[in-house]
C-alpha cells in the first residue's frame, strides 16, 4: 500500500463486508470538499496473509479461549491498529469500520486540534462503555508518530502464542489513558440518524440494511458481567448448534431513513461504476449482500446533492 499524503483515511473490511467499505468511501469522497488533502484506503483482510495463517487457531478473548475465523463478520477489526505503521508514523489518520457513512465532511475531523492527545474517540454505549469503560475504536482519530507501539501483526499473533487478549486490545484498554481524548458522538453516531450526525454508524448488526433477511454470520461476545448466566447460554449454544447455530436472521432496520441512506449511496455507486450489477449480483449470491438489494434500490430515492445533509430533505419515518 502506497501512503503519499500527510492525512489518510482507512476503512477496514473483510470479503464479507467489501460492499459496505466501498459504499463508505464514496460516502467520504461525496461529502467531502477537500478531498485533495487525503488519502482513502480499503484495508481488505485478504492483502493480509498473517489472518490466513491463523484460520482456526484458539485466541484469548475477553478471558474465553476461541477459535479464529476469517469467515466471521468482524474478522476486520486487528487492522484498525494498522494505519500507523502503513503510513511510517507519520502524519494523521482517520480509521473506520466498513458500517460507518460519513454525512458531514471528514476533514473537519481529520484536520481539528486534538490536543496533544494521540488518540481521539468516543466511549462505547451500554455496559461496555459505562462499566468497563471500553472506547469505541471503531471510529479513531490517530497521532500517528505518538503509536509507534502499535505492531499490529505481533500483537495478533501474541492473542494466539502469548495470552495477549483481544478484547483490552480492542477497547484501547492498553493504551495510556492520558494519550486518549473525546470528540463529539456525532462522529461515530451508534445508530443514531439525525441532522446532526456526522458519521453514521449502524453499529447494531442484526439491523444493517444491506444484509436484512440474511442468516446471522457473526459470534457474540461471550461475558456479561452484569448477568453472566447469558455468557453460560451462548457458549453451551455455541458448543451444542455451532458458532452460529440458533442465531437466527438479520432483521428489517427499524430506521426507513437509515436504509434509504445506505442504499442512495449504493446507488450512486452502481451509477458511477464503483459497485457494477455483476458485482452486487455475486455479492448477493454469497449472501453478503440482501436478496432483495435491486429491488430496495429501485424504491430509494436520490439523495440531496452534496453538501447537504442526507436527512435535509427527509422526515424521519
Known amino acids: 500500500m502506497s501512503i503519499m499524503k500527510n492525512y489518510g483515511v482507512f476503512i477496514q473490511t473483510n470479503h464479507k463486508q467489501i460492499v459496505g467499505a466501498i459504499v463508505a468511501e464514496h460516502a ?62 507519520q502524519g494523521r489518520a482517520v480509521v473506520i469500520d466498513p458500517d460507518i457513512f460519513a454525512c458531514t465532511d471528514i476533514w473537519e475531523l481529520l484536520s481539528r486540534d486534538m490536543q496533544g492527545k494521540a488518540i481521539m474517540c468516543r466511549m462505547r454505549s451500554g455496559p461496555k462503555g459505562f ?24 500483537q495478533f499473533n501474541a492473542m494466539f502464542d502469548a495470552g495477549y487478549d483481544y478484547q483490552p486490545w480492542i477497547c484501547l484498554k492498553n493504551e495510556d489513558p492520558e494519550s486518549i481524548g473525546f470528540f463529539e458522538k456525532e462522529w461515530n453516531d451508534f445508530d443514531t440518524f ?9 453499529t447494531r448488526r442484526k439491523t444493517q440494511p444491506w444484509k436484512t433477511g440474511l442468516p446471522v454470520d457473526w459470534r457474540p461476545s461471550e461475558r456479561f458481567r452484569l448477568f453472566p448466566p447469558a455468557a453460560w447460554l451462548l457458549r453451551a449454544r455455541r458448543h451444542l448448534f455451532g458458532e452460529y447455530g440458533l ?9 426507513q431513513n437509515q436504509e434509504r441512506f445506505f442504499f442512495g449511496l449504493l446507488k ?20 453478503h449482500v440482501r436478496h432483495d438489494a435491486f429491488e430496495v434500490l429501485a424504491r430509494t430515492p436520490d439523495l440531496p446533492p452534496a453538501p447537504a445533509h442526507p436527512l435535509s430533505t427527509q422526515q424521519a419515518a
Not at 47 to 56: L, M, S, T, V
Not at 194 to 202: I, Q
Not at 268 to 287: D, P, T, V
Open 268 to 287: 450512486e455507486c452502481i451509477a458511477q461504476g464503483r459497485i457494477s450489477e455483476e458485482f452486487l449480483r455475486e455479492e448477493m449470491a454469497r449472501s
Open 28 to 89: 467520504l469522497r461525496r461529502y467531502s470538499s477537500h478531498n485533495d488533502e487525503f488519502d482513502v484506503h480499503i484495508m481488505d483482510t485478504r492483502d493480509y496473509p498473517f489472518f490466513q495463517a491463523r484460520e482456526g487457531q484458539s485466541y484469548l478473548r475477553d478471558g474465553v479461549q476461541r477459535v479464529w475465523l476469517n469467515d466471521d463478520l468482524q474478522s476486520f477489526t486487528p487492522t484498525r491498529f494498522m494505519p500507523p505503521q502503513l503510513m511510517n508514523y
Open 247 to 255: 442465531m437466527g436472521k438479520y432483521k428489517a432496520h427499524p430506521d
Open 131 to 154: 462499566i468497563d469503560r471500553c472506547y469505541a475504536s471503531s471510529v479513531m482519530l490517530l497521532e500517528n508518530s505518538r503509536l509507534t507501539h502499535w505492531k499490529p501483526e505481533a
Open 194 to 202: 439525525s441532522p446532526a450526525t456526522k458519521m453514521l454508524h449502524t
